[in-house]
């Protein structure tokens, strides 16, 4: 079956703008995680929703970042005026209800380049 | 604050060695222990899950093995083959919030062939 996917899978913009990054988990995982991961280092959580709702939003670094998963499937990273220092990889993955015994399926992720 | 190391930071072996990657984590209190294979600009494939409660897993040619007390992993990889190259990552599930995983900076094996 289809895995995790992400769009753009690359996306260059100014600093100071909008951008929105969208995932879709593999059907049926109620769970979604959105991670970042800079060069060199590995994937910082940033958010953590089940079903529609986020249940862990402590990773997320300002109130310039948010996400909404509004139906319980895709899920819309959004990032406003962004900055230099958002330049980074982001990540999404899933998992079939969220428990301790899930494995995490990884998209491929979306590059972002902050200019 | 959970952090995990992993050592080295980049291994370089002849193809058909066997070698061992190393990860380390601070906090013992986890839900689990999953290692990752990540190809360059690809996403993240899971290789191996750890239940706190179980000593190893296996998996054809990959073998790893959790001391949760010393807050230590290792992953095993027998006879190693030009295609094993790739970054490998260690993450941990902790109790403060048993979804987030917590990495380490991973691994960057080079096999030559």
């Known amino acids: 079956g289809a895995g995790v996917s992400q769009t753009p899978s690359n996306k260059v913009t100014e600093k100071g703008k909008y951008v929105e990054l969208r995932c879709d988990p593999i059907?049926?995982?109620?769970?979604l995680y959105w991670y970042r991961q800079s060069l060199g280092q590995g994937p910082e959580f940033l958010i953590y929703?089940?079903?529609?709702?986020?249940?862990?939003d402590s990773g997320l670094p300002n109130d310039r970042f948010f996400a909404v998963r509004p139906e319980g499937s895709v899920s819309t990273l959004k990032i406003q005026r962004t900055e230099r220092g958002d330049s980074a990889v982001y990540l999404c993955?899933?998992?079939?209800?969220?428990?301790?015994?899930?494995?995490?399926?990884f998209g491929p992720g979306t590059r972002l380049t902050v200019l | 604050k959970q952090e995990v190391t992993q050592i080295p930071a980049a291994l370089s072996v002849p193809e058909g060695e066997n070698l061992v990657l190393n990860c380390s984590f601070t906090?013992?209190?986890?839900?689990?222990l999953q290692w990752f294979r990540q190809d360059p600009g690809k996403g993240l494939t899971s290789l191996l899950l750890?239940?706190?409660?179980?000593r190893e897993q296996t998996s054809g040619r990959l073998n790893a093995s959790l001391d949760k007390s010393s807050g230590r992993s290792t992953l095993y990889i027998a006879a190693s083959q030009p295609g094993d190259s790739a970054t490998y990552l260690c993450?941990?599930?902790?109790?403060?919030?048993?979804?987030?995983?917590?990495f380490g900076s991973g691994t960057q094996l080079t096999v030559l062939p």
């Open positions: 750890i239940q706190s409660s179980q």
């Open positions: 906090d013992s209190a986890i839900y689990n």
């Open positions: 929703f089940q079903g529609t709702g986020a249940a862990d």
């Open positions: 059907s049926g995982h109620t769970a």
């Open positions: 993955a899933s998992s079939r209800d969220g428990m301790s015994t899930d494995t995490q399926y």
């Open positions: 993450a941990v599930s902790g109790t403060g919030s048993a979804r987030q995983l917590t």
